[in-house]
């Protein structure tokens, strides 16, 4: 115990937390003491203390910008596998966004659609709705014909391998509705359930998220929304 | 902007938004503090292509770990620089060769700073400069070595040319010595 190189003495022990924040200690024993650290508040204390101390040393890194190509990257990673968690979080954000971008698509794709229908009174119920997303090219114009069905059409946005779009509705405060899986490349129409009719009509939401192949297997949507909009009364 | 002068307590904030999981605020928290750490990985990594994958890993982490950041403990920069430090620190030790584990022995000790204690590095900027300042040179400049480079006991032991187990027990005299000083 003569000499401070003893690590059993008293501060040997409180070296021992330095040199782990330090970094000195090999892979197996910054493991361990780790662990040890992570399991004792008195040693979290310790390590506080060295952390914040030796923080005063922190100017001398200099400040250096990243490349701006790696953001990117690093928000793909990120925010690339989203647990469901997310889903309400991007739909605010979409929600608020203005169709501006698709609103000549809309005008053009729908006007198309509706032309067989000229008749007032069918235009009346007949709702549309453009769906995109921030980050992501998928976009889709969606037609409700008031008569029960969806047709959509899908202006850009790739195949996943491997997984499928998903279709949803969402009235309300309720927890969206699945429409079913839907193809990304041809157009398609969806006949409304009763459940998603029961609370059909303007303002409600279309939302379209990336889920396993076959749609996602919990009900509720489980990845990404790639795209959002809102119907509106033509 | 930079770190230096983004108020603490925005850094914590745009932490705390990020454990929400707030986008805009991951993406402004990378704004502000992106360079700063990336200085980090570039000093102790000394290869930018290392340096690049590694700051990409250390903003993953800063995300995943975000709810783990306990405002008082360390000041939110403090906290940021040590998971950057701590990941160059890690991809350092995968490249080094298994060297002896030192034979240790960790017990609690008797009493460690409170927290409170703890979270004053804002305020006491220079202290540890004052401590180092105690200390015999070339121990001091071993310290920083340590803490700005990440040099393991190998490398500080060659570069001041003395045996290993010299290096060692320097270092933690010096560390027993500055934590003495630290506290008083």
């Known amino acids: ?15 021992l937390v330095a040199e782990y924040v330090l970094g000195l200690l090999s892979t197996s ?19 506080d203390f060295w952390i914040s101390r030796f923080a005063s040393l922190n100017d001398e890194f200099a400040e250096t910008a990243v490349p701006a190509h790696l953001y990117p990257r690093i928000a793909a990673r990120v925010f690339g596998e989203q647990p469901k968690a997310s889903f309400w979080e991007n739909l605010m954000l979409w929600r608020s966004i203005a169709a501006g971008a698709l609103a000549v698509a809309v005008a053009a794709v729908g ?33 409700y014909d008031g008569e029960g069905n969806v047709r959509l059409t899908s ?27 839907i193809p990304i490349s041809e157009r398609s129409t969806v006949t409304l359930s009763p459940e998603v009719m029961a609370g059909w009509g303007a303002g409600s939401v279309l939302a379209i998220s990336l889920e396993p192949q076959g749609g996602s297997p919990t009900g509720a949507p489980t990845g990404p929304i790639v795209a959002t909009g809102t119907a509106t009364q033509i | 902007m930079s770190t230096v002068t ?31 750490l990336f200085g980090v990985t570039l000093r102790i990594l000394k290869d930018r292509s290392e340096a690049e994958e590694a700051i990409q890993e250390v903003y993953v982490k800063i995300w ?78 071993a310290v920083r070595g340590a803490y700005l ?12 040319t003395v045996p290993l187990n010299t290096m060692r027990t320097w270092l933690r005299r010096s560390l027993i010595k500055l934590k003495e000083c630290l506290t008083a």
């Not at chain 1, 946005?157 to 509705?169: C, I, M, T």
């Open chain 2, 6 to 36: 983004t108020p603490s307590r925005e850094i914590a904030d745009l932490i705390g938004r990020c454990a929400l999981r707030d986008r805009a605020a991951f993406r402004t928290l990378y704004d502000r503090t992106s360079a700063k």
């Open chain 1, 29 to 47: 024993e910054h493991q361990r003491v780790g662990a040890l650290i992570e399991n004792d508040q008195s040693l979290r204390n310790e390590r």
């Open chain 1, 155 to 181: 202006l850009s946005g790739d195949a996943v391998p491997g997984s499928d779009y998903e279709l949803w509705a969402i009235q309300g405060g309720n927890a969206p509705v699945s429409m079913g899986v």
């Open chain 2, 149 to 160: 480079d990440g040099y393991s006991y190998e490398e500080l032991a060659s570069r001041y």
């Open chain 1, 111 to 143: 006007f198309n659609l509706i032309q067989p229908v000229p008749d007032a009174n069918a235009l009346a119920t007949q709702l549309v709705a453009a769906l995109q997303g921030d980050g992501s090219n998928v976009q889709f114009v969606a037609l």
């Open chain 1, 1 to 15: 115990m003569s000499t401070s190189d003893d690590i059993g003495d008293f501060g040997g022990r409180n070296a």
């Open chain 2, 64 to 141: 995943q770990r975000a709810d783990r950041y306990v405002a008082g403990n360390t000041s939110p920069i403090s906290w940021l620089v040590a998971v950057a430090r701590n990941h160059a620190l890690d991809l350092l030790r995968a490249r080094r060769p298994v060297s002896d584990d030192i034979d240790v022995a960790l017990e609690v000790p008797d009493g460690g700073p409170s927290p409170e204690r703890a979270a004053q590095d804002s305020e006491e900027k220079g202290q540890i400069e004052k401590c180092l300042g105690t200390l015999e040179p070339d121990r001091a400049d």
